[in-house]
């Protein structure tokens, strides 16, 4: 009950915020709606007429996963400088759910809000490419929850580094092309892609949504990489950022920016 009544709390608090900064929300959307648009018609210009439908297909799910890795993996990071800034890191430990609970359940409220977002680009973005992708729910649903909970993972990592260093502007802008990278390359190049995180899923996600394929055409071996990878990540992102979190408390740098 009491991690229900966090998750309703921080859900609250994140559409707070979006809808407080709406402007801002807004110049958000209409960015990376502009970045995919420039995109498709690159594509159209100079991409191969007989591969042009496939290519925009895999550029649509592809862009659609840059943009939920880059909520997902960076924001505990962006949540713990926030809080930094404002004096109110201190005021997460004096919780008693644990720090760790608290960022978790921002994230996630963080990633669903996201997800209710991106379905309304998804169907935009295929209306006005006029390419329509298969949106077996059933299919991607279960693939999507365990790609996303390896991103949390990552996530906690990049939190433990802002917890003792504060300041990880460059590394999250870094990041943001390393995670382009992770969701635009096909699993095609190297089967040790698998060991990264999100890349198994996008590439089982791309499988089903333009390939037609269903759950039941995958191997077991795909779903016990994409289950341990899932489950190496979170819980490794959480034993990292547990050990940061102690560094920082014997440092005595928790609460300084």
Same mark, same amino acid.
């Given at each position: 009950?009491?991690?229900?009544?966090?998750?309703?709390?921080?859900?609250?608090?994140?559409?707070?915020?979006?809808?407080?900064?709406?402007?801002?929300?807004?110049?958000?959307?209409?960015?990376?709606?502009?970045?995919?648009?420039?995109?498709?018609?690159?594509?159209?210009?100079?991409?191969?007429?007989?591969?042009?439908?496939?290519?925009?297909?895999?550029?649509?799910?592809?862009?659609?996963?840059?943009?939920?890795?880059?909520?997902?993996?960076?924001?505990?990071?962006?949540?713990?400088?926030?809080?930094?800034?404002?004096?109110?890191?201190?005021?997460?430990?004096?919780?008693?759910?644990?720090?760790?609970?608290? @960022? $978790?359940?921002?994230?996630?409220?963080? &990633?669903?809000?996201? %997800?209710? =977002?991106? !379905? *309304? @680009? $998804?169907?935009?973005?295929?209306?006005? &490419?006029?390419?329509? %992708?298969? =949106?077996? !729910? *059933?299919?991607?649903?279960?693939?999507?929850?365990? &790609?996303?909970?390896?991103?949390?993972?990552?996530?906690?990592?990049?939190?433990?580094?802002?917890?003792?260093?504060?300041?990880?502007?460059?590394?999250?802008?870094?990041?943001?092309?390393?995670?382009?990278?992770?969701?635009?390359?096909?699993m095609s190049l190297s089967p040790y892609l698998?060991?990264?995180?999100?890349?198994?899923?996008?590439?089982?996600?791309?499988?089903?949504?333009?390939?037609?394929?269903?759950?039941?055409?995958?191997?077991?071996?795909?779903?016990?990489?994409?289950?341990?990878?899932?489950?190496?990540?979170?819980?490794?992102?959480?034993?990292?950022?547990?050990?940061?979190?102690?560094?920082?408390?014997?440092?005595?740098?928790?609460?300084?920016?």
């Amino acid at each position: 009950m009491k991690l229900l009544q966090l998750f309703k709390a921080n859900f609250r608090r994140e559409f707070i915020l979006l809808k407080r900064y709406l402007p801002n929300t807004i110049s958000e959307l209409i960015t990376f709606f502009c970045i995919f648009l420039t995109m498709f018609f690159g594509i159209k210009v100079v991409g191969d007429p007989n591969t042009m439908e496939s290519n925009v297909q895999y550029t649509i799910v592809s862009y659609v996963f840059w943009f939920l890795s880059l909520g997902a993996m960076q924001g505990i990071g962006w949540s713990i400088m926030t809080d930094a800034q404002l004096g109110t890191l201190e005021q997460l430990y004096m919780s008693p759910m644990g720090a760790w609970r608290i @960022l $978790l359940s921002r994230i996630v409220s963080t &990633t669903l809000q996201q %997800l209710i =977002i991106l !379905i *309304v @680009l $998804l169907y935009l973005t295929m209306l006005v &490419t006029n390419t329509w %992708l298969n =949106i077996d !729910i *059933v299919s991607i649903l279960p693939i999507l929850i365990f &790609t996303v909970i390896s991103m949390f993972g990552v996530s906690f990592m990049i939190a433990g580094m802002a917890i003792i260093i504060k300041q990880v502007n460059a590394f999250l802008q870094v990041l943001q092309f390393i995670l382009m990278a992770l969701t635009f390359f096909p699993m095609s190049l190297s089967p040790y892609l698998a060991l990264l995180p999100v890349v198994k899923g996008v590439d089982m996600t791309r499988a089903i949504m333009i390939q037609n394929k269903t759950l039941l055409d995958f191997d077991l071996s795909d779903y016990i990489s994409l289950i341990v990878n899932a489950a190496i990540y979170l819980v490794l992102g959480i034993l990292v950022f547990k050990r940061c979190e102690k560094t920082a408390m014997t440092k005595g740098v928790l609460g300084q920016y």
